[in-house]
């Protein structure tokens, strides 16, 4: 039988879908936030790099050259949002990676500490979003972060556990409120990157050696590809309500 060819010249921009797009990072100035700016500077898009540091965003956005600016931003602080995107233009495409919180178990943590998950990575998602739609592209999209300790939680720590199962019903619910921008969640699990290497050198590698043991891969992840799975659901126009696990297989054992 003879196959027709499969085109798509029919679709915008399908060989590069982020070219002349603006991508807004809020947290893109370290981690897999600048991960995902050098990625999608590579594709052609301007990136706008938000976070509280203005020294480490000056210094991201250098790195990135003349398709990066950046402003401050405060996740947690409605204002500070407010203003962030007022300044902005159309917003294409919006990832999320910023957050500060605690992590332990429910009888050590203070409640001040244990509702700190919700408090910067739950509501302060929520509130970027909603500060972010005006400006939002009809054909634009939002990649929130979780984690694959929402599915599967690797200690003692419940709340944190549950700020990113939250996060991802999160994201399948603003799916289907702002359709047809699209809202996709990435899961990763334990990556050797900027998060861990701020952490005490012990603690790391407890961590990191029981995690090469719970998973199928038996390895971390790197920020790269970490930031090839926001890419994805930046790029894939049929894509939406859905959470990717770029976890190694660890949500499996």
């Given at each position: 039988m003879h196959e027709l060819p499969f085109h798509t010249d029919h679709l915008p921009d399908a060989g590069r879908p982020l070219r002349g797009r603006t991508v807004v990072l809020?947290?893109?100035?370290?981690?897999?936030?600048?991960?995902?700016?050098?990625?999608?500077?590579?594709?052609?898009?301007?990136?706008?790099?938000?976070?509280?540091?203005?020294?480490r965003l000056a210094a991201a956005a250098e790195e990135?050259?003349?398709?990066?600016?950046?402003?401050?931003?405060?996740i947690t602080d409605g204002t500070s949002l407010a203003?962030?995107?007022?300044?902005?233009?159309?917003?294409?495409?919006?990832?999320?990676?910023?957050?500060?919180?605690?992590?332990?178990?429910?009888?050590?943590?203070?409640?001040?500490?244990?509702?700190?998950?919700?408090?910067?990575?739950?509501?302060?998602?929520?509130?970027?979003?909603?500060?972010?739609?005006?400006?939002?592209?009809?054909?634009?999209?939002?990649?929130?972060?979780?984690?694959?300790?929402?599915?599967?939680?690797?200690?003692?720590?419940?709340?944190?556990?549950?700020?990113?199962?939250?996060v991802e019903g999160l994201g399948r619910g603003l799916a289907v409120e702002l359709a047809p921008v699209r809202v996709n969640v990435v899961s990763p699990g334990t990556i050797d990157g900027n998060l861990w290497a701020h952490r005490p050198e012990e603690d790391r590698e407890a961590a990191f050696a029981q995690y090469r043991r719970d998973t199928v891969l038996h390895r971390l992840g790197t920020e790269d590809e970490i930031a090839q799975a926001v890419m994805f659901l930046f790029s894939n126009g049929f894509t939406t309500g859905s959470t990717l696990y770029p976890d190694g297989g660890y949500t499996l054992r």
């Open positions: 809020i947290g893109g100035g370290s981690g897999i936030g600048l991960r995902v700016a050098h990625q999608a500077v590579a594709a052609g898009a301007q990136v706008v790099l938000g976070g509280r540091g203005p020294a990135l050259g003349d398709r990066a600016t950046w402003r401050t931003v405060d203003s962030f995107f007022a300044e902005l233009g159309r917003v294409d495409h919006l990832f999320t990676s910023a957050a500060s919180y605690r992590v332990g178990p429910m009888m050590q943590l203070s409640d001040e500490d244990a509702e700190s998950p919700f408090v910067s990575k739950f509501w302060g998602q929520y509130h970027a979003v909603k500060a972010a739609v005006p400006k939002l592209a009809e054909d634009g999209s939002i990649v929130l972060m979780a984690g694959a300790a929402g599915a599967r939680p690797p200690a003692a720590a419940p709340a944190y556990a549950a700020c990113n199962a939250a």
